[in-house]
């Protein structure tokens, strides 16, 4: 009994020596790549993988960057999310982070580059490739020098990143004809990254997280189907085949191939942008609204239902988007290919509007398709009848045992009285009395 005592406090002393870790103790990290082109689609997978990262109790959340940039408005509202987290976060600047890319890193509480990396270039430009207006450059430097304000670094070099009116010769830019572009030696040199590690091994080490449970975001499939389908590219050529594909149907009898192809279309861009949350199920409601009362336009003409409609599906479209004016530039683009296809159907292919068919009579009842309002009785002329009514002008005339309804130049005539045909108009056969033989040149 000794001997199992002895042996029982032994383990007691022996637990209290080395204890046991806690799960409790492991730190996590949340890995979110930011990759490929910057647009509402990202947005929409961004913020979600930040609400798991907090549901998780996350310590940190690392922003693997490697992006060319992209659409500032849903740049504007990544960093929104970044800044509003209680979450530390970092960002990894793997290869690039320009542009768009440039100013998501600047939210980032810390910044970290792999040798070789860049961060910069940051102009703000329109869907043409050409540089925006004043008041969205003005926009664009004061978020981006805000961005560098908020975790305490230099403003003027953000600035430089999307000025080129910028000089800052201690990085050899003399001239200043060229936006700022940092190379890892040089963002350390400016205060714009904390160092530059060997890869995400190698930075966990630094941030001294090198045992944490990580976490790496992953996209669904119907994420990477909306990062497609909300790109600004994507957008108008979606909108465009969608015209296109109604109005070519509107020129053929039935709905076929160009109708189906033009409503898939417009259905995926609604998808793209609902699984974005940037459209609501009230708009796709609109969207068929207003179709509804188009189609009720061809039944019930009038202006009113069709100017409804296009109003509600031109609203639709608006409620999807957080830039009206990306989506001002895509609509007026899918109204010129339209148009465009209208054109080229009526002028090369001859083809008129089917609704219209239906509601104009284009049959019209001539002699050439057979048909006659009136026989005209040409053979009658020259010949000779008798009255068998007084005529007073019109009456009945037995002409060859067959009666005949005519009317005199404009006199009385009694029955019995004979006459010859001079005239016939129509229905109408013009009568006189005959005095003597008709010459031929009183015959009309």
């Not at 922003?63 to 500032?72: H, Q, S, Y």
């Not at 030696?185 to 160092?195: F, P, R």
């Not at 509107?250 to 033009?262: D, E």
Request: hydrophobic letters at 45%.
């Amino acid at each position: 009994m000794k001997t199992l005592f002895s042996f029982a406090c032994f383990l007691i002393l022996a637990t209290g020596l080395f204890p046991t870790i806690s799960t409790a103790d492991v730190k996590r990290v949340h890995v979110i790549p930011v990759n490929k082109t910057v647009e509402n689609g990202l947005l929409s997978f961004l913020n979600r993988s930040i609400e798991d990262a907090e549901n998780d109790g996350a310590d940190l959340i690392i922003l693997d960057i490697d992006t060319p940039g992209g659409a500032v408005d849903a740049a504007s509202e990544i960093a929104k999310s970044l800044t509003s987290t209680p979450i530390p976060t970092a960002a990894f600047v793997d290869k690039k982070a320009l542009s768009a890319g440039a100013y998501i890193a600047l939210n980032a509480d810390q910044i970290y580059m792999t040798p070789g990396s860049t961060m910069g270039s940051a102009a703000v430009i329109d869907q043409q490739g050409n540089a925006a207006g004043k008041k969205a450059q003005s926009y664009w430097l004061s978020a981006m020098k805000s961005a560098a304000e908020q975790n305490n670094r230099n403003p003027k070099y953000a600035e430089a990143m999307a000025n080129t009116k910028m000089v800052i010769p201690e990085l050899n830019l003399l001239k200043g004809n060229e936006l700022l572009t940092l190379t890892p030696k040089q963002a350390e040199q400016v205060g714009y990254s904390e160092g530059t590690v060997k890869n995400l091994d190698d930075l966990l080490s630094v941030l001294g997280y090198e045992d944490a449970k990580l976490t790496y975001a992953k996209m669904s499939v119907s994420e990477q189907i909306a990062r497609f389908l909300t790109h600004p590219l994507v957008v108008p050529i979606l909108l465009s085949i969608g015209a296109l594909g109604i109005v070519i149907e509107l020129f053929t009898p039935s709905f076929g191939v160009a109708g189906s192809i033009g409503v898939s279309s417009l259905l995926l861009f609604f998808y793209g942008h609902m699984v974005a949350g940037l459209a609501g199920m009230e708009a796709l409601v609109l969207f068929i609204a207003g179709i509804i009362l188009l189609l009720l336009e061809i039944v019930v003409p009038g202006g009113v239902l069709g100017l409804l409609g296009l109003g509600a599906i031109i609203l639709s479209f608006f409620m999807s988007t957080d830039n009206n004016i990306e989506m001002g530039i895509s609509l007026v683009i899918a109204i010129v290919v339209a148009l465009g296809g209208a054109f080229v159907m009526m002028k090369f292919f001859k083809r008129k509007l089917t609704p219209f068919k239906k509601m104009v009579l284009n049959d019209s009842l001539n002699t050439e398709s057979g048909y006659v309002s009136n026989q005209n009785r040409y053979e009658l002329i020259g010949k000779q009848g008798k009255t068998t009514t007084p005529l007073r002008p019109s009456g009945t005339v037995l002409i060859d045992e067959e009666y005949v309804d005519v009317v005199t130049e404009g006199g009385y005539l009694d029955k019995d009285v004979l006459v010859n045909i001079i005239k016939v108009e129509g229905s109408r056969v013009v009568v006189r009395k005959l005095t003597e033989p008709l010459k031929k040149e009183d015959l009309n």
